[in-house]
């Protein structure tokens, strides 16, 4: 009998929470991902795991927040309007380092928008949408199993360099039933988190480039967390010195292992000619479209990114020796793209095929603009 | 070293508070309601948002957490049903609690979550240099009420009693034994407490309202309080710009929401889970 069963997106990413060991969730109701919470509000109490509704998406993530510095493995789901409100505690999440996942389900923006219509405009949103520098690891599965995989993959990253991830995901992908097999127990690498042996106080004491041990609160000594600049202790400072060390640290922590946190996936690259850059539902099209394009004696390939940010700029450069076209595949008005350029070497050309009206792109039209600038 | 002072963090001393500043009274009664219950300081968590009082926190020998503005009740609530044994602590001022964290309140309120809140209204946005608050009297003159404050002011203490909080109660910075004492009854009690505390802002709101000082402002804050017993024998006349003090409210009839969540939810879900399990077998 085949394991493959089939799960709406949302759910997957419910169960993959479960899998991951996440045991508090508190959210706010939002359409198209509000299957997430529904579905942890029936699982979680089963296994004594805590559930929460709150009041709306800033208390939520503030619940999150608290239940992650009291040790619990936290997750919230929310959609563009939601996740606007959140910046505030993204924020705070950064500043004082604490593991927790976000997963937005987009829909078309700005505003209310297009509720039941996929989007693909929160990409800048989630890099910059907090105010201040800080560093930010955004997930962006496209597939089914991916979307298992990506939502451990962010737990992991979330504890492994204490800081917030962002899980980004289709409003078609998240709403879509698919079938999948899901990985048994065994097979789930879940990060296990390094005990912190606390001396003195000094819970950010480490080198620039170190990625943290996590620690929580009511483990015997009295920790202070604070929003703002604090030192190695967490009080409170403006000190010029102390504060450029503490931005460093936390840009650093993930810049410095980026080459473990970017993963990307290539389709038909090895004799490509030009490269399509793309994620999410428009690498799904683009990857049909690729095949179509292929029989039809074109040499494109896909590079589909499963790490938005860090942006995979050194993977794309290594392409660009080689490959002198690439065509970004994105439904916004142009987020992307303009990372793309900015990493791409003079000599290669650029085109895209933007839209943000919610309809998906479908291969044929990926086809005719890779036809296009084929020529 | 007196009792109390164990739960005190000198190390991050001094505070930022003006001399003769009410916040530093309600820190002193907290620590001291702690230390008569004899609380172990790594039960405790302190949790506060943006303002005067938001730096209070930081001087807790306890675990603590600085937040946003308005919001510390909702990192409360996460800590509070992650962990429904410790006590959790939440200080927050008027600006914080009434204006932007007005929601926040309501629905903690609400629920009923043990969470102890200790709200110092001194009247005005004291940290931001003396911005008019929800809690600003009428006519009063303010950094942005420059020819007086037209609106009208809340009163958080009977708005707490009208959100159903099941104990609620007033003190002043001026009645430190019976602040301390309040604070004290507010943390034995299960469920969600608010304690007012009205508090004294000579420098940003005393001081463009001729009460420069913190003995004309403590003053003027005694002839507007009386007790709850006074209080009630007062005509209804007399009542305008009298505010009692003491238990306003308390209701111990009501449970708490993580002790509710622990004892009816995961129950209830794992009956269902066993039901479903049955079923599951039943099919094969």
Known sequence: ?375 | MNKYEKYIRYQTFPTPWCPGCGDGVVLKAIAMAFSDLDLDPNDIIVIAGIGCSGRMPTFFNTNTLHTTHGRALTFATGVKLARPEKMVVVISGDGDAMAIGGNHLIHAARRNIGIKMILINNGVYGMTGGQVSPLTPQKFITETTPYGNIEPKFHPAELMIAARATFVARETVNRTVQLKEVIKKSLQHNGFSVVEAISNCHINLGRKNKMKNPVNMTKWIASRTVTKEQYEKLAPEDRAHKYPVGILQEDTARYEYSELYHKHIIPAAKEAAKKEAAARNNKK
């Open chain 1, 1 to 375: 009998m085949s394991k493959r069963k089939v799960f709406q997106g949302n759910i997957i990413v419910a169960k993959a929470a479960i899998a991951a060991g996440c045991n508090f969730f508190a959210g706010y109701p939002i359409t198209p991902s509000s299957e997430i919470a529904q579905h942890l509000s029936r699982e979680f109490p089963k296994m004594g795991r805590d559930f929460i509704q709150m009041e709306d998406e800033i208390s939520a993530l503030g619940a999150c927040i608290g239940a992650s510095l009291s040790g619990k493995k936290v997750l919230t789901a929310t959609s563009g309007p939601g996740f606007s409100l959140m910046q505030e505690h993204l924020g705070l999440a950064v500043m004082t380092e604490i593991p927790l996942v976000i997963v937005n389900v987009m829909r078309g923006g700005p505003s209310t928008g297009i509720p039941t219509k996929p989007s693909q405009a929160d990409m800048m949103q989630a890099r910059w949408g907090t105010h201040g520098d800080h560093p930010i690891i955004v997930l962006y599965p496209a597939f089914a199993d991916e979307i298992f995989s990506e939502t451990v993959r962010a737990f992991n990253l979330s504890e492994k360099f204490w800081n917030p991830v962002i899980l980004l995901l289709d409003e078609v992908i998240a709403k879509a039933h698919e079938d999948i097999e899901l990985p048994a127990k065994k097979d789930i690498n879940i990060y296990k988190e390094k005990v912190n042996v606390i001396k003195d106080l000094n819970i950010y004491d480490r080198n620039i480039g170190e990625n943290p041990p996590r620690v929580d609160f009511f483990k015997g000594y009295p920790i202070h967390i604070d929003g703002l600049e604090h030192d190695s202790h967490g009080y409170p400072t403006s000190d010029p010195a102390i504060a450029d060390k503490m931005q460093h640290l936390r840009m650093q922590k993930i810049y410095h292992y980026q080459d473990e946190i970017i993963k990307f996936k290539e389709y038909y690259m090895d004799d490509a000619e030009m490269m399509i850059f793309s994620f999410g539902v428009s690498a799904r099209s683009a990857l049909s479209a690729v095949k179509i394009a292929r029989e039809e004696g074109i040499k494109v390939g896909l590079f589909q990114a499963l790490t938005i940010w860090p942006f995979p700029k050194k993977a794309l450069q290594e392409r660009f020796k080689k490959i002198k076209k690439v065509l970004t595949v994105e439904m916004n008005m142009g987020q992307m793209k303009y990372e793309v350029e900015r990493v791409s070497p003079d000599d290669v050309k650029k085109d895209t095929l933007l839209r943000a009206n919610g309809i998906p792109f479908t291969p044929q039209e990926i086809v005719n603009s890779i036809k296009e600038f084929s020529k």
